[in-house]
Structures are given as C-alpha cells and as structure tokens.
C-alpha cells in the first residue's frame, strides 16, 4: 500500500464505474498514485452486484461487445485478460419477440444473419446489407477515429463536420434504418440500440448506428461469473498497480482553489489532496453538487437544468425455483406501441400502462449464478426520469406485479409462483444510490446537440486539472464509451513527470 509519503504525483479518482476503474489503470501505468473513492461499499457503480438468497446478480451492464478495450487494461498492466477472464462469445446475440407474436433473432455469423432476413423479408436483404455496410463506415469513423479522441474546441468539431454531413449525423437512428429496410420488424431491430445508451430512437444522432456493425465485428460477450468478475478484475490490476481503492467514501466537494482543482471533501469531512482529480461521477452532479461553490462558466446550475436528460429504468431482479430452458440469454419483449410509448417515456414523462422489456437470463450461459435447478433474471423497463413526478415509493410494486403478469402471459408460465427471491431498483436508486440528477440512468440524452464538443468535455471546461469520465461525457454511455472516456485521459491529463 502506497503512502502519503510516496512522492509521485496525486491523482484522485471519483466513483469506481468502469469509466472510473479504467481511468485508476490508465493513469497508474502512467506514473500517477492514484486513489478511488466509492460511495458504495463495493467497486463497480452501475456494474455492481448483489447476492440475495443463493443468486448472483448483476446490477446493470450485461453486454460486452468490445472486448479488446478490456485487453488493453490489462496489457497496460503486464497481464493477460483471457488468463483472468473467461469472457465468452453468444452464437445467439438477443430475440425480439414483437406484440404480433412474430419473432427476430440476432445472430452471430453475417450468413446466418442474411438467412433471418430473408425469412423476414425477403425483400430487405440488400437493404440490411446496405445498412451494415453504412453502419460500419460511421463505425470507422465515430469508434475508431474519434471515440478517443478529446473534442477541446469548436475547431474540433469543425473538423469532422464533412463527415457527419456525408454520414447524414443529423438524422435519427430510426429515419436513418427506415431508409434502407421498409419491414418494421427490421425498422426496429436496426434502431432500438439507442435506448441501451439512454437515447430516443425517433431522435438520436444516426451516429449510434455504428452499434450495429459493433456487435458484428466484435460480437456480443458474457463475462462467466457475471459482468461483477470483470469489475474484480479491473480492481485487482488496481491494487497490483499499487494503488487504492476506498470505499465507503462519499465525495462531497471537490475542493478548487484560484480556479484549479486541489482535490476532495469527503461526506465524512475528511479531505484529500492531490495534483488532479478525475470525476466518473454522473457529470451533471459533478457541476452541479460537487462544484458547487466553484464558480462555473460553461456549465452552470442554468445550463444543466435546461439540457435533456435519458430516460431512467425501472430493474427488477428476481430468482425461479425451476428453469426456463427455452428462453435466451437477451430477450427484448416489446409491448403493442413504440413510437407512442417512447413519446409518452421521453416528451409526456408519463408512466403508461403498457411497455417494453429486456428481460436477462444470465443462467443461459453460467448456470452457476443461481442454485441447482433455478434460473436467474433481471428484467429492465424505461421510464422517464423523476422530472415525471411518479411516486415511486407506492408506484414500484404495482409496477413490478404488472410486469409479471406480462412476463407470464408471454415468456415465462408460471412465474408469480415460481419466484423465490426478488428485489426492484427504480429511478429513486438511480438519484439517491448512483447521484445521478433527475434519476437519469445514463446521465444527458444522446442528441446531435449534446454529444462530442456540445457534451461535458474530458477535460473540464470551468476548472483547471479536472477530468471527467464515464456515461456523462464524450463519447457517452454504454460499456464501449465509458472505457473509450478512460482513453481519452492519455491525450489531455499531464504526465506525472510534469508534477515532479
């Protein structure tokens, strides 16, 4: 264990999501000795995990579709991921089971994609491969150009604006599918992937469809153990870094001094001193809590109040005591509406009646997180966010037996009877246990107008030696861009070398 005494430069880390841990890795393997603080009593943030009466649950990310992020972590640190993890390939991506009783399945494999199509629509082949075709070209350039890459000035932006011309990014990710395929089945299933990063689909910047070509490329993963084994991971190459990871330590001010960030308050009082800090805080209660008593130009309490926030999620984890063998590792179980029920998530900020579901399986492919004989699941609801003003302190059972009965007519027979265990996460946890404003599961909304230089930037605007990473800043949320975020920090924070 490093020491105040230990004369490298300080760097303090805020919050231990993966944007957070990745970001510890980075800034160690640079010289930095660096510390985490947690305000959970366990590592991980939105990807944190919780046992309950013989399962493992995984809280929040269940998808990995760029493994090789990962590799380099541990590369930085003179190991070998796939020693550590076995992170397994799905021949099965996900099903989407439509209201109509029609089904889609993503698959592995480009031809046996091809086949899905044409059993579809036929018609829509040469569509779906002209989309594909466009996916990738956006992923060329919006993962592995830019996603990078810190957008510091308008000059910035200025500079990929031909491309976002020619790629057509002011475009929604729906109108941009429904361009190629006319089947709404297919409209759908190449337009839905907003929503895992908190964006409407009917509004998103077409650049999100590079999701698309991502799970081609890469493929969709699952860590055995659950996504918890990869956040152990991450810490252990941490401490072997020898740095720290603290946990039980709320942050409740980052302490500025002429401008510059000089290091943290904790909730206890106790501060820490350091040479820079680094946020994975949500960043819009960076700016507005953490930063309170700091004077702010560029995101001030007026700023942050009139930006779009993503929708939250309503998650209710839940064990069996029997199986469901034919049901998949991802299902998606879509309700009656979409482009009404996304209206009534993200512009009416209404709970409605009906809705929408990703249901997990983890126990698909690691029978091992649950007991002998039983199957675990979480499965995840959008909702809009707290400005909606839904009490969900009576709301959150009702809700959860709806959802039940919906799983049970449609997927899983049985269900109220064969439930064991339970436990629900609404957007109140999202506020009061992540601090995330509004609830937001994924902090602002992907808009064309809040993504790259319009978004919090990597490297704070408003004061001198913070960073941000994570869901909050560019390039945004899901696993892919929050590690990308820790990327970043080796283009715009020093190195340590300059603190000496």
């Not at 990929?160 to 006319?182: C, H, N, Q, W």
């Not at 930063?291 to 009139?306: E, I």
């Not at 109140?428 to 601090?435: E, H, P």
């Not at 930037?457 to 001198?464: A, G, L």
């Amino acid at each position: 264990m490093l020491t105040r005494a230990d004369p490298k430069p300080h760097a303090i880390v805020i919050g231990s999501g993966f944007g957070g841990l990745a970001a510890a890795i980075r800034l160690g393997a640079r010289g930095y000795r660096v510390t985490v603080l947690e305000k959970l009593d366990q590592p991980g943030g939105r990807a944190c995990v919780f046992r309950q009466d013989g399962f493992t649950f995984d809280a929040g990310p269940t998808i990995i579709t760029a493994p090789l992020l990962f590799e380099d972590l541990w590369t930085l640190c003179g190991r070998t991921f796939s020693r550590d993890i076995d992170l397994r390939a799905l021949d099965h991506f996900y099903r989407i089971l439509f209201d109509d009783g029609g089904h889609y399945d993503c698959v592995a494999g480009a031809d046996a994609m091809k086949a899905e199509i044409a059993r579809i629509s036929p018609r829509d082949v040469e569509g779906y491969e002209r989309f594909m075709r466009h996916s990738e070209a956006i992923f060329r350039i919006g993962f592995e150009q830019l996603g990078h890459v810190p957008f510091d000035s308008l000059m910035d932006m200025a500079k990929i604006a031909p491309d976002l011309a020619r790629l057509r990014g002011d475009r929604s990710v729906y109108d941009t599918a429904a361009k190629f395929v006319k089947h709404p089945y297919l409209r759908f299933a190449l337009s839905f992937h907003p929503l895992f990063v908190g964006g409407n689909p009917f509004r998103t910047t077409s650049i999100y469809c590079l999701i698309s070509f991502l799970e081609r490329h890469w493929g969709v993963h699952f860590a055995m153990g659950g996504t918890g084994t990869l956040v152990r991971g991450l810490a252990g190459l941490i401490e072997g870094q020898g740095n720290d990871i603290r946990l039980d330590s709320e942050v409740a001010e980052i302490t500025v001094e002429a401008g510059r960030a000089t290091g943290v308050r904790l909730a206890s009082s106790e501060t820490l001193a350091s040479d820079i800090v680094v946020s994975n805080a949500d960043a819009a209660w960076t700016y507005e809590h953490l930063l309170a008593n700091a004077p702010r130009r560029r995101w001030s309490d007026r700023k942050l109040d009139h930006a779009r926030y993503s929708m939250s999620l309503f998650v209710w984890y839940f064990g069996t005591k029997r199986k469901y063998p034919d049901v998949p590792h991802h299902t998606i179980l879509l309700g009656p509406r979409y482009r009404e029920l996304i209206g009534d998530i993200f512009d009416s900020k209404i709970l409605a009646e009906d809705f929408s579901l990703y249901l997990h399986r983890p126990t698909a492919t690691d029978p091992a997180l649950a007991p002998d004989g039983c199957d675990g699941f979480y499965v995840l609801s959008p909702v809009p966010h707290l400005d909606s003003g839904v009490d969900w302190s009576r709301e959150a059972e009702r809700y959860r037996r709806a959802i039940a009965r919906r799983l049970s007519e449609k997927l899983l027979p049985g269900l109220e009877d064969a439930i064991v265990t339970s436990r629900v996460f609404t957007p109140l946890d999202f506020r009061d246990r992540l601090s995330s404003v509004k609830g937001a599961a994924f902090g602002l909304e992907p808009l064309l107008t809040q993504s790259a230089w319009f978004r919090p930037h990597n490297r704070s605007e408003d004061v001198e030696h913070l960073y941000l990473v994570g869901a909050g800043t560019h390039p945004g949320a899901g696993v892919p861009g929050v590690l990308s975020s820790a990327r970043i920090l080796d283009k715009v924070v020093p190195d340590a070398s300059a603190f000496v």
